[in-house]
């Protein structure tokens, strides 16, 4: 039984939940929002708002700790045919992410189901995504 223990097995070894818990958060930071199973976003949402909220610190030791977390893995786009070094995930969730949710106390990402299911196992597939300036949104849409 097991009682009392948390976190989702998701039919892997540890050390396999602990790579696609790590690789699923950096797709995020790096797309911004990702396709995946309702368990898998499940259980990478916590983990991701914890990284997001140790980047609104944007200290040097928040930075090294994500690091650590998370590994620092180069992000590239196609320019002219050809991969490109763009910066890093650590970069961007440092630069770009953590300033954006400044002053929102948390839910920084969403989980919004889809009509399809995966196929094979039929698994519920959903959207990660990080949340957007609402009311930014709200304001250019008043005036």
Known sequence: ??????GRQLNRTSEHRLALRRNLAAS????ETISTTLEKAKE???FAEKLITLARKGT????????RLLNNRAIYKEEDGRMVKSGTVIGKLFSEI????????????????LARRRLGDGGQLV???LVEQESKASEKSKK
């Open 28 to 31: 995020l930071f790096e797309h």
């Open 44 to 46: 990478v949402r916590g």
């Open 98 to 113: 953590g300033p954006r949710y400044l002053d929102r106390p948390g839910g920084y990402t969403r989980i919004i189901k």
């Open 127 to 129: 959207l990660l995504q």
């Open 1 to 6: 039984m097991r009682h009392r223990i948390a």
């Open 60 to 67: 040097l030791p928040a930075r090294r700790r994500a690091i």
